[in-house]
C-alpha cells in the first residue's frame, strides 16, 4: 500500500485548510525548486513542509505496526488517513475589524486575528502579538507549530496564536489599552477566549501589561460568572496570578534543550565536539527576553559568550561577554547594546563566525541557503520561530550540524505557561500549603537525630547543624523552586524523547523532523484513542 495515497487528501489540508488539490508531485518542496525558491517561501509554507515529511514518514510506520484485531488492511487506510485529515488543517480561524479611537480624536480601523488549530486538547493556547506585518497566513503557522510544540513537551493544550496589525511604537499607552480591550472583548463574545477553551499569553510587542489588560476585560464582559476569569491568559503579573519563573521560561528551557544534547556523548561524537558545556564558545542572535536568559544560564554552565548580534549593531569579544554586564547596560542606553564597553563593534556578520554553539533569537528564516554552508557552529539551537528555512535545514544536516528545533527549543515558555493556568484553576501559589509544614518536619528531624545521638553516645549535647545548602531546602520548595524544576524535568523528558524517536526512525542528527514525528504520533493516538463524531 503506497504511503502517497494515504496522505494525498491530508496534503489538500494541510495547516490553511485550502480546498485546492495539492498532489505530491507538485507540493512546494518539490525536489525541482531551487534553493532561493525555498528560501523565498512564506512560513506558513515552511511549516507545512517540515509536517508533511514528517506525517509521510509516521502514516508509513501506523500503516505497518499498528494492529487493531478484526481490522482489515484497507479499513486500517481509511482510519489513518481520516485522522490525519483531522491534525492537519487550521480547525478555526477569526479575523477582526474594529474601530479604535486616537487619542488625538480620530477613528482608526484596527485588523486582528485569532486562529484555533486543534481541539484534540483543550483549552488551545498561544500568544498574542502585536507587528504591524502580522498576516493571516503567519498566524495560522504558528497556531499550528504551537500544536505541535505542545504535543512535544506533553503540555495538554491544543495549538493557537493571535495577532493583532499594528505598530506598538507608533501608539500611546492609553491607545494599546483600548485596542486590547476591544479586541478581548471581541473574543470573548464569539468564544475565542476562556480557561477552558482559548488561553492567549505574551508574544512579540506584547507582555504582562497586556495580559492584565486582557483578564480584566474578560472579567468585566463574562468572567463575572466564573471563578477562573483569572486563568483566560497567562504571562500575567505576580499580582494578577502570574507565576514565578515566567519571564525567564523560554530562555530556561533552551537552556535545558541544549543541555540535553550537549551531555549526549554520542550526539557529541557526531558533530566532533566534546561532552559539558565548559570551553564551548557560544554566539546568540537577539538580546531581547530569550536571548538574555538564554545567553544568562548557559553563561552560568560555564559556555563563554562571544558575540551578539542586534537590530542596530553586533558586538564581538573573543575572550567572553557577561550577559549580565550587557543586560544592566542595556537597560541604562535607552534598549540598546551599541557602546558596551565589554565587547567590539563589528561588522562582521557573525552568524557565519567561529563557535560551538549558535543561537538564533531574532526573527523569521534569519538562516537560509546562502548562509547555511558558512555556518562554523556546530550546534544550532532556535531560540525563535522557524529561522532556518528548509532549504539551509537540508544543507546543516549534509555538513553534520545539530539544529535543535523551535518546537522543541523554545517550548520552555508554554510550559510554565500551563503551570501558571494551573495555579489559577487551583486558585493557590504552589508551595504555599506545605512551607510550614515541611519546615517544622525538617527542624524536629534535626532534633530526633540529637536526641537520639546524646542518648546512646554520653548524655552531654551534642549541637547538630544543617548544612548551608540544606538550610535553604528546610523550608520546603519555593513556587520558583517547583517551576524550575518542572520545568527542567518536562525539557529532559522531552529531549530523550525525540532522541528516542530519531533511534526509532533512524533519522541520524534530524532533530527537527524526530520532533515532529514525536508531536504527530501524540496527537494521532488522542483522535484514535477518543474516536470521532461524525454528523
Not at 542606553?333 to 552568524?351: C, H, K, Y
Not at 539544529?403 to 510550559?415: E, S
Not at 540544606?470 to 518536562?490: C, F, N, P, W
Request: hydrophobic share 35%; with cysteine; net charge neutral.
Amino acid at each position: 500500500m503506497s504511503v502517497a495515497r494515504c496522505f494525498s487528501r491530508a496534503q489538500r489540508q494541510l495547516l490553511t485548510g485550502a480546498s485546492r488539490q495539492i498532489s505530491t508531485s507538485s507540493a512546494n518542496h518539490s525536489p525541482t525548486m531551487t534553493a532561493q525558491e525555498e528560501d523565498n517561501l512564506g512560513f506558513s509554507q515552511m511549516v507545512m513542509n517540515f509536517v508533511e515529511d514528517a506525517s509521510k514518514k509516521v502514516c508509513e510506520r501506523l500503516l505497518v505496526d499498528e494492529k487493531i484485531p478484526r481490522e482489515t488492511a484497507e479499513e486500517k487506510r481509511k482510519r489513518v488517513e481520516g485522522v490525519f485529515n483531522i491534525i492537519l488543517p487550521c480547525n478555526h480561524f477569526l479575523e477582526l475589524n474594529f474601530p479604535v479611537r486616537r487619542d488625538s480624536g480620530e477613528i482608526e480601523m484596527i485588523r486582528g486575528y485569532r486562529a484555533q488549530h486543534s481541539q484534540h486538547r483543550s483549552p488551545t493556547k498561544g500568544g498574542l502579538r502585536y507587528n504591524i506585518h502580522v498576516s493571516a497566513d503567519e498566524v495560522k503557522a504558528l497556531a499550528a507549530l504551537m500544536s505541535y510544540k505542545c504535543a512535544v513537551v506533553d503540555v495538554p493544550f491544543g495549538g493557537a496564536k493571535a495577532g493583532i496589525q499594528i505598530d506598538p511604537s507608533t501608539f500611546s499607552a492609553n491607545e494599546l489599552e483600548r485596542i486590547t480591550r476591544r479586541f478581548t472583548h471581541e473574543l470573548a463574545k464569539k468564544g475565542f477566549l476562556g480557561a477552558g477553551v482559548d488561553v492567549p499569553a505574551p508574544d512579540m510587542g506584547t507582555g504582562e501589561r497586556e495580559m492584565s489588560w486582557m483578564v480584566d476585560e474578560y472579567k468585566m464582559c463574562l468572567g463575572n460568572a466564573t471563578l477562573d476569569a483569572h486563568a483566560c491568559t497567562t504571562g500575567k503579573p505576580i499580582t494578577q496570578g502570574g507565576i514565578h519563573g515566567r519571564v525567564s521560561a523560554t530562555g530556561r528551557g533552551l537552556f535545558h534543550s541544549v543541555q540535553q544534547f550537549v551531555d549526549d556523548t554520542s550526539y557529541m561524537e557526531q558533530i566532533g565536539l566534546k561532552p559539558g558545556f565548559n570551553g564551548k564558545t557560544f554566539i546568540l542572535q537577539g538580546f531581547g527576553n530569550v536571548g538574555l536568559h538564554s545567553a544568562r544560564y548557559l553563561h552560568r554552565a560555564g559556555a563563554k559568550c562571544v558575540g551578539i548580534i542586534e537590530f542596530d549593531t553586533s558586538i564581538f569579544n573573543p575572550n567572553g561577554i557577561d550577559p549580565k554586564e550587557l543586560e544592566e547596560y542595556k537597560l541604562d542606553n535607552g534598549g540598546s547594546i551599541r557602546g558596551f564597553p565589554g565587547a567590539q563593534a563589528t561588522t562582521e556578520d557573525l552568524l557565519v563566525a567561529e563557535c560551538d554553539i549558535l543561537v538564533p533569537c531574532a526573527m523569521e528564516k534569519t538562516i537560509t541557503s546562502v548562509n547555511a554552508p558558512l555556518i562554523k557552529a556546530k550546534i544550532i539551537a532556535e531560540g525563535a520561530n522557524g529561522p532556518t528555512t528548509t532549504a539551509a535545514h537540508r544543507i546543516l544536516l549534509e555538513r553534520k550540524r545539530l539544529v535543535i528545533p523551535d518546537l522543541y527549543a523554545n517550548a520552555g515558555g508554554v510550559t510554565v505557561s500551563y503551570f501558571e493556568w494551573l495555579k489559577n484553576l487551583n486558585h493557590v501559589s504552589f508551595g504555599r500549603l506545605t512551607f510550614k509544614y515541611e519546615h517544622d518536619t525538617n527542624v524536629h528531624l534535626f532534633k530526633s537525630v540529637q536526641t537520639s545521638l546524646e542518648n546512646s553516645i554520653s548524655g552531654k549535647k551534642i549541637p547538630i547543624y544543617p548544612t548551608a545548602e540544606y538550610q535553604k531546602r528546610m523550608a520546603g520548595a519555593s513556587e520558583k523552586d517547583i517551576v524550575h524544576s518542572g520545568l527542567a524535568y518536562t525539557m529532559e523528558r522531552s529531549g530523550r524523547h525525540i532522541i528516542n524517536t530519531a533511534a526509532k526512525y533512524n533519522l541520524g542528527l534530524d532533530l527537527r523532523q524526530a520532533a515532529y514525528i514525536a508531536s504527530l504520533e501524540k496527537i494521532y493516538t488522542v483522535y484514535r484513542d477518543a474516536g470521532v463524531m461524525f454528523a
